[in-house]
């Protein structure tokens, strides 16, 4: 809404870092927007200055500014436009309860200023979190065509959030308001440890610095209703007044950092395209199905037969097998002191590690190393049952998956690739067939898509459109904000 800042230079530099098909074009919106201002808000006040906007916006990067009047927007008055209603489940909390209609106004232009412009990409920030919450379930709801990039809440020398209405803050109030981010980033670090907050205590101590506090709320990031903390993100947000001054402010709670599943079939490219999405998001690498393989070359090199699970289950005990990841970025598994990183992708595992993987010794042997792995977070797991049985709470759960024949045709590519040979395409697919029926059936972990996994069918998509998705995916369930913490 102009006053532009260097928290709105952040999301113009973001757009000029954007990857898209079309010649890239930045356009700044400046739009002082009557519909989101309360009776006894400031709309007559609010900071107008066109000409340092259009300065900032072109040192940032922008190839134009549009300030359009509120007749261009509005053409013959509110009255006689067209306006959209926010959910009421998305704006019956925080800045909502005090601000009746905000929200409404903030759909209603921002839809107006979509359709004429028609971009490719909204920026936004994460500061306004509700807002950009509530404007993804609009682009969803009304199927516009339009993708959302959030940028993190840019902070001032003095730790607080960026924001027109700080040019109303005295030095005094300046001074008091350096509490909040303070408190927040306190209650940040404790949360860690604890798991739990004491809202009236942090209540208390803001008001205790001269803050009015108008709300103070532990949430749902996603659903903004109220939620049990513990494992889960949550988002801490508060809004308080510094004078007459109201701002907002917030922090995103974790006891751990985030968590990627990937689940789905044999030769779905589930290793290819996690490997690559775990570099690109400064992701830990977990290839669990190199964990099986590497079990399974174990099994065979001890000439154990693959279906005497009393053998396999002594065996077991003696595994020693390690994970890590080269200085070119690649995987290497290590099974008991051999570095059996090729030797497990060989058409004699693949034929027996659904097998062995079936057994109650070896996937409780692994399920337990790979949580063990996981209780930090920031990780990016593969395998059939990562999101159903290893880490059910993981913030982002994805299905990858592809018909018989792309997968057989994969198999076919990776195996020539690697040097190994002498299967035909057709057997190829009958043992993929036969692979995933043995993974659907099988008694313990079976494969499955979890209820809240999100299912990408890979046909016809390249390796880099699939990475785009999963990438799209996790930017909207995980805010940008935490990724430092990775």
Request: glycine residues 6%; charged residues 25%.
């Given at each position: ?149 959030a940028v993190p809440t840019q902070r001032d020398h003095d730790d607080i959030a960026w924001s027109s209405r700080n040019t109303y803050l005295s030095p005094n109030q300046r001074k008091d308001y350096q509490e909040v981010p303070k408190l927040l980033k306190q209650t940040g670090v404790l949360y860690k440890i604890k798991k739990n907050i004491d809202l009236p205590q942090l209540r208390y101590e803001l008001q205790a610095k001269g803050l009015e506090v108008e709300y103070l ?270």
């Amino acid at each position: 809404m102009g006053a532009l800042h260097e928290g709105h230079c952040a999301l113009i530099k973001a757009a000029r870092r954007l990857e898209l098909q079309n010649p890239l074009k930045v356009l700044t919106s400046v739009f002082v927007n009557p519909l989101q201002f309360g009776p006894s808000e400031d709309f007559d006040k609010y900071p107008r200055s066109l000409n340092k906007d259009c300065e900032l916006a072109k040192i940032s990067g922008a190839n134009a500014i549009w300030a359009p009047s509120v007749e261009d927007i509005f053409p013959g008055g509110n009255a006689k436009n067209f306006k959209i209603l926010a959910p009421p489940n998305l704006q019956n909390r925080l800045c909502g309860i005090n601000r009746p209609g905000h929200f409404d106004g903030v759909v209603t232009v921002v839809a107006r200023l979509l359709s004429l412009v028609r971009p490719e990409v909204l920026v936004l920030g994460e500061k306004d979190w509700q807002q950009l919450v509530i404007l993804r379930q609009l682009l969803t709801d009304l199927a516009i065509p339009v993708r959302i990039q959030a940028v993190p809440t840019q902070r001032d020398h003095d730790d607080i959030a960026w924001s027109s209405r700080n040019t109303y803050l005295s030095p005094n109030q300046r001074k008091d308001y350096q509490e909040v981010p303070k408190l927040l980033k306190q209650t940040g670090v404790l949360y860690k440890i604890k798991k739990n907050i004491d809202l009236p205590q942090l209540r208390y101590e803001l008001q205790a610095k001269g803050l009015e506090v108008e709300y103070l709320e532990a949430i749902d990031p996603y659903t903004l209703e109220p939620t049990k903390l513990g494992n889960k993100l949550c988002l801490l947000a508060t809004a308080v007044r510094s004078g007459k001054t109201r701002l907002i402010d917030h922090i995103f709670l974790m006891t751990r950092k985030p968590i990627v599943a990937i689940d789905g079939p044999a030769g779905a490219g589930k290793s290819t395209v996690t490997k690559n999405v775990a570099k690109r998001l400064g992701l830990i690498y977990l290839d669990t199905g190199a964990m099986y393989r590497g079990v399974t070359w174990m099994i065979q090199q001890n000439n154990i037969d693959p279906h005497n699970e009393s053998e396999i289950k002594k065996a077991i005990k003696e595994l020693r097998l390690e994970l890590s990841i080269t200085p070119s970025g690649d995987q290497k598994v290590m099974v008991n002191g051999s570095d059996v990183t090729n030797a497990i992708r060989t058409q004699d595992i693949s034929k027996i590690v659904s097998t062995i993987s079936s057994y109650h010794c070896v996937r409780e042997a692994l399920t337990n190393q790979q949580k063990q792995m996981g209780e930090n977070g920031g990780l990016i797991a593969e395998g059939r049952d990562i999101g159903s049985i290893v880490f059910p709470k993981a913030e982002l759960k994805v299905f990858l998956t592809a018909s018989v024949e792309e997968r057989a045709k994969r198999r076919a590519q990776d195996i020539e690739a690697r040097g190994f040979g002498g299967e035909s395409l057709d057997t190829i697919r009958m043992q993929i067939e036969e692979r995933d029926r043995l993974d659907r059936t099988r008694e313990i972990s079976p494969l499955v898509k979890a209820e809240d996994a999100i299912e990408i069918v890979t046909d016809g998509m390249t390796i880099k459109e699939v990475e785009d998705s999963i990438i799209e995916v996790f930017q909207a369930k995980v805010p940008q904000e935490v990724w430092p913490s990775l």
